[in-house]
């Protein structure tokens, strides 16, 4: 059977921006019908070469050539590739909350006459695009109403509302639970079928050794290697080493934690949803950290673990209705998110680009944002303090930049991680809370973060690692909680976690846990 024909070509593209290389003759060929994966760490050029591709970044800004469908191609914007079939959706989603699903699948592009909107039309379309990615909803539902997974499958939608050929994810399961993204998985498989060309930027690589027909690793800005993932017997490890640029022995760096006694403790903690007042989000809830431990909490999406950590944080989520929190056997009450800081609490946001930091600012002025009191004299900022101490974390976190004066959004998403850690690494806390804090990033970055906790727990501060990926949890914490339904389920040591052990304790109400 002879292959199928090559669909798209990049050909020696170089992409600069001030100071910086981003992409350095960077070729990819993608054949007609398949899934083609894209891999490297963060910074590597992975997204700077999707968006030359698909007009974000225009001809004339890069060099090298576009060949799609045996024709050379100059995009001058992003319209121009979708009328070439070419459709790219981000990882941040570009839906409009407060517009229903029909508005967001025709916004620009309604159908009508005479400058007259047929709804009727548009809300019968709206529900033949979403039978294509299987999903039933109301067309008038609006998008901030329906959960991440399926506003991830509106954006496909629209593709197909654009007659879409080339179809690029970038990152399409980082915000999705295991069900929904499986589901995503699937429905790949099915345009496949169809004869849809997919290209698909992931950092999961089991996704990726399980989906893909094709991968080209990227590392620093140029083409690696691509590998036919049958002919080549691709697994996880393969596409490391091509990633890294060398064997990577273990996922986690060697540690050997030095674990004290209990100084973090709550107690009968119950939280009632911010705006359902018969929903209760944290019930009773009673967890401890000892000093220099790492601990865990698993649970399914929407389990009740971030808002656990936030309430706890300050009452920063919900309605706090009863519990207590001690700290060095004394009760501490924290009535707000400054109370929390001035008590050695830091809590890392799952959503760094809207929580964990302005993107309008630059490294060093984020790095120190959550405590600007450490640097100031009087009341006036010192900016030689300021950039001293972002130049010490710019340094000991290894953060890839030129210089901290640099804007937070010019950074990678692992490099934007350590900006945040940084931050609040700079209230000097005793407890630190970090909500999914590899999301999004590569597996050589993740090593480094995991290195960063270690560190901070062999100076005995407490670390609570919240997470979806269970070999993470497992791997790096030294004891594990599980969550359902906003109850604390069960209270795991390392030696007996189990990814097996974990889940019964994820998905049952009984509670289980010690205090």
């Given at each position: ?107 620009g592009n309604e159908p009508g006459r005479g400058g007259v909107i047929d709804w009727k039309a548009a809300n019968r379309q709206a529900i033949e695009l979403m039978a294509r990615v299987g999903l039933q909803e109301d067309p008038d539902t609006l998008v901030k109403d329906i959960g ?87 697994d996880e490890d393969r596409i490391v080493r091509g990633m890294v640029g060398r064997e990577l022995h273990s996922r986690f760096p060697d540690h050997t934690p030095s674990i004290g006694e209990v100084f973090f403790e709550v107690r009968d903690w119950t939280v009632r949803h911010p ?133 937070v959004t010019k950074l990678s998403g692992g490099n934007q991680q350590k900006v945040v850690l940084a931050k609040w690494m700079f209230t000097d806390p005793d407890l630190l809370i970090l909500d999914e804090p590899t999301r999004g990033i590569d597996v050589g970055a993740k090593y ?68």
């Amino acid at each position: 059977m002879s292959a199928a024909p090559v669909l798209l070509e990049m050909r020696s593209i170089t992409k600069e921006f001030p100071g910086v290389k981003a992409l350095e003759d960077v070729n990819l060929a993608v054949r007609a019908g398949e899934i083609h994966a894209i891999c490297g760490e963060n910074g590597a050029g992975k997204s700077t070469l999707m968006k030359v591709l698909s007009g974000v970044y225009p001809y004339g800004t890069y060099t090298g050539d576009i060949v799609y469908r045996d024709e050379e191609c100059r995009f001058s914007n992003i319209r121009a590739s979708e009328q070439a079939g070419i459709v790219i959706i981000h990882q941040e989603l570009a839906l409009i909350p407060g517009m229903s699903i029909t508005e967001n699948l025709f916004l620009g592009n309604e159908p009508g006459r005479g400058g007259v909107i047929d709804w009727k039309a548009a809300n019968r379309q709206a529900i033949e695009l979403m039978a294509r990615v299987g999903l039933q909803e109301d067309p008038d539902t609006l998008v901030k109403d329906i959960g991440v997974g399926k506003q991830q499958l509106i954006e496909i939608a629209k593709a197909f509302a654009k007659d879409v050929k080339l179809l690029i994810l970038d990152e399409p399961t980082a915000a999705l639970n295991e069900d929904d993204s499986q589901h995503l998985l699937d429905l790949l498989r099915g345009f496949r079928e169809r004869g849809i060309t997919s290209i698909i930027i992931s950092h999961k690589l089991n996704e990726i050794a399980q989906i893909a027909d094709s991968i080209t690793i990227l590392r620093d800005g140029r083409t690696i290697e691509t590998l036919d993932v049958k002919a080549d017997g691709v697994d996880e490890d393969r596409i490391v080493r091509g990633m890294v640029g060398r064997e990577l022995h273990s996922r986690f760096p060697d540690h050997t934690p030095s674990i004290g006694e209990v100084f973090f403790e709550v107690r009968d903690w119950t939280v009632r949803h911010p705006i359902s007042a018969e929903r209760l989000v944290c019930k009773g809830s009673n967890f401890n950290v000892r000093r220099g431990e790492i601990v865990g909490f698993a649970g399914l999406m929407g389990a009740g673990r971030t808002e656990l950590a936030m309430s706890v944080f300050g009452r920063s989520y919900g309605v706090y209705l009863s519990g207590q929190i001690f700290k060095d056997g004394e009760e501490i009450v924290l009535k707000s998110v400054s109370d929390a800081i001035d008590h050695g609490l830091a809590y890392v946001s799952e959503d760094r680009k809207s929580i964990g930091l302005n993107l309008l600012d630059d490294i060093k002025t984020s790095m120190v944002s959550a405590k600007l009191s450490k640097i100031a004299r009087r009341g006036v900022l010192d900016r030689v303090r300021e950039y001293r101490a972002a130049e010490g974390y710019r340094t000991s976190l290894r953060v890839k930049t030129p210089t901290v004066d640099e804007g937070v959004t010019k950074l990678s998403g692992g490099n934007q991680q350590k900006v945040v850690l940084a931050k609040w690494m700079f209230t000097d806390p005793d407890l630190l809370i970090l909500d999914e804090p590899t999301r999004g990033i590569d597996v050589g970055a993740k090593y480094e973060i995991y290195g960063i906790i270690q560190r901070l727990a062999d100076q005995g501060k407490g670390v609570v690692v919240i997470s979806s990926e269970l070999p993470e949890l497992i791997g790096l914490c030294d004891r594990i909680y599980t969550v359902f339904e906003g109850t604390i389920t069960g209270n795991i040591e390392k030696r007996d976690a189990d990814p097996e052990t974990l889940l019964k304790q994820m998905t049952s109400a009984k509670k289980t846990q010690t205090p």
